[in-house]
């Protein structure tokens, strides 16, 4: 079993190209500092042979640029003193001064040697000059081709260099591959990897410490969530254990016991502040575990979501009412009744907020708080109730679990099921999609996950598994963002694995509270934007790109809505002023009703005995003043 290198064929035809290249420059002349056997240098040192004149051009190769000794100059110097040694100098002194040259000055030189040929009468002088000027322009030419050539060269690696460095930031940001496991042989498979081989063989040190088991028994089972960077990781257990762990250090962040019981906990717009339905109701605690609030309008609950574009916990418990609060505000945007019983199973779609909620009798409604109806409402598994769903983050597919041991995946463009699979060992009790469409479901006493391509099509075997032997059933089964782990919640306590290809590789700088690295100032800057940037609650729509969008000006069309308005209206107000008007209810205390009831309407009638009594009650009051 191997993953997929950072290399690529990009890589090996740059490094190849550039190796020919090199090749061909070296073959093309002699490289750069060499020195030649039987140079000029090293016969002018060894005396010249018999004494003869060695001539610069008559070398046996005219063609190539002269070359430099590895003899020193000092030792030269001190050679044998020759005639054939001095005139050697002579001449390499007269080729530097030339080669140094410009053509200006190289014409002047070449027609001051012209007329000092032509005063002289010679031929001889005529033909050295012209010999002379010839030489050099051909080794002013060869240098300058050298230099080109050498400029070309580095150019030429730096531009591969310049390759090689783009493929790397190629695979190290733009990651097209989402670095799935794959097997060398077709015998082989995935998902009979286990974690202990997984980190012996085939992980670095960093990752290797994300597999770990905490074991604890005596408050379970637990819930695990993950805040939207990744890096905190929220532990909720059955009979009133929290804890708050730091995913990156593996630290302890918080700890405490509310000693009743915890359903579920969710973070809320970051790390900072989560929030935990207990036995009654719904409170909110901060990183230190402190009670911040409690939420009175949330009893029972059972299942809670945090809309972090709307700042809205929508929560779901057992009396089927969907509530929505504004955690920002802190009032209660909307109330819906299902009149589906009690609810247990809720997820939203990361595209368009739209909460999705699974009902005993095998139904899924979707939800929005602008409406006091249900959206849709499908019929997903006949006979047997809904215990898990899941939506991807695009939008377009809802996993679904149901009692009757069977997972069904669900085009929501459609709203057609497309295919199912069969979870052996016991019905599925949570499902979740990872940011890159890993397929993770829980079952007993294991965890399956299924490739992206499950979506799609039907797959015939899944891509991981794990199992969790005496600790199960898994509670819940959740993806870490940013990072490819999972985190398994049980009656045993908490699980995490590594499953490789599941997390986002390419971090949003532009989302609020999505950077695990970011400090307090950032934090609170994010904070603010995000509020700033708060959408309305009826912005949640089926179909977000409405929102937005320029509505069409026909007339007919506008001109029918706004009768069908003032028509809705005037028949709501007849409707209003044909009902009759309640009568209120005069509610009495005591005997004799009918007596007080004379009495408080004789009360502002006045004659002439109530006169009577008047004058003598005021007689009465002088009296006893005096």
Not at 452 to 460: E, G, I, Q
């Amino acid at each position: 079993l191997i993953t997929r290198s950072a290399t690529t064929p990009l890589r090996d035809h740059i490094d190849s190209s550039t190796s020919l290249a090199a090749m061909s420059s070296n073959t093309a002349g002699e490289p750069r500092g060499s020195s030649a056997p039987g140079g000029i240098l090293d016969r002018a040192a060894s005396g010249g042979g018999d004494g003869e004149d060695v001539d610069l051009a008559s070398d046996g190769r005219a063609d190539s640029p002269p070359q430099r000794s590895s003899v020193p100059s000092h030792d030269v110097a001190r050679g044998s003193g020759s005639l054939a040694t001095i005139r050697a100098r002579r001449r390499r002194l007269e080729h530097d001064r030339l080669s140094r040259m410009d053509p200006r000055e190289l014409r002047e030189e070449d027609e001051a040697d012209d007329e000092r040929t032509v005063a002289a009468g010679t031929v001889k002088g005529a033909s050295f000059a012209g010999s002379r000027r010839s030489e050099a322009e051909k080794r002013r030419g060869r240098r300058s081709d050298k230099i080109l050539t050498a400029r070309m060269e580095s150019a030429e690696h730096k531009r591969a260099e310049a390759a090689v460095a783009a493929v790397d930031a190629e695979i190290v940001l733009h990651t097209q591959e989402s670095g799935m496991i794959e097997t060398e042989t077709d015998m082989e498979r995935t998902y009979k990897l286990t974690q202990a081989e997984l980190r012996r063989d085939h992980l670095d040190e960093q990752t290797a410490r994300q597999i770990f088991d905490l074991s604890l028994d005596r408050y379970g089972p637990y819930a695990y969530r993950y805040d939207r960077s990744g890096r905190r990781g929220l532990l909720c257990g059955r009979r009133g254990h929290v804890a708050v762990l730091d995913c990156h250090s593996l630290s302890l962040k918080t700890e405490f016991y509310t000693n009743e019981t915890v359903r579920d906990g969710t973070f809320l717009h970051n790390s900072t502040m989560f929030a935990l339905a207990q036995k009654k109701n719904v409170y909110i605690y901060d990183d230190g575990g402190t009670e911040i609030h409690r939420m009175d309008e949330h009893e029972d609950v059972n299942r809670m979501q945090f809309l972090p574009y709307h700042w809205l916990l929508a929560t779901v418990g057992r009396q089927g009412w969907l509530k929505y609060h504004d955690t920002s505000t802190g009032n209660l945007v909307s109330r819906h009744r299902t009149k589906l019983g009690p609810c247990s199973v809720m997820a939203q779609n990361p595209s368009n907020a739209v909460m999705h909620l699974g009902h005993t009798r095998g139904t899924v409604t979707l939800w929005s708080p602008a409406s006091s109806e249900y959206l849709v409402k499908m019929l997903c598994h006949r006979g047997a109730p809904v215990t898990c769903l899941a939506v991807d983050q695009s939008g377009r597919y809802m996993a679904t679990g149901g009692a009757d041991s069977t997972v069904r995946i669900w085009d929501l463009r459609t709203y057609r099921e497309t295919h199912s699979y069969f979870t052996a060992g016991g019905a599925p009790t949570s499902l979740d999609i990872s940011q890159r469409g890993v397929l993770g479901i829980g079952h007993g006493c294991r965890a399956t996950f299924w490739k992206p391509s499950a979506l799609r099509t039907k797959v015939k075997d899944p891509y991981m598994g794990h199992s969790v032997p005496g600790r199960g059933p898994v509670e819940t089964l959740r993806f870490r963002p940013f990072e490819d782990v999972c985190g398994l919640g049980h009656a045993g306590g908490v699980s995490s694995i590594v499953i490789p290809g599941s997390g986002e590789p390419n971090l949003d700088s532009a989302e609020y509270n999505a950077d695990p690295y970011q400090d307090g100032k950032q934090r609170r800057e994010a904070e603010v934007r995000a509020l700033m940037d708060k959408l309305s609650p009826d912005m949640i729509a089926l179909d977000p790109e409405v929102v937005g969008t320029v509505e069409g000006s026909d007339p007919r069309r506008r001109l029918e809505r706004v009768r069908d308005m003032q028509e809705e209206a005037n028949r709501k107000e007849e409707e209003e002023a044909s009902r009759p008007k309640p009568q209120e209810k005069k509610k009495m205390r005591g005997r004799s009703k009918i007596q007080k009831k004379l009495k408080r309407k004789r009360k502002n009638v006045v004659d002439a005995q109530v006169v009577k009594l008047r004058e003598l009650r005021e007689k009465e009051r002088e009296e006893k003043v005096r």
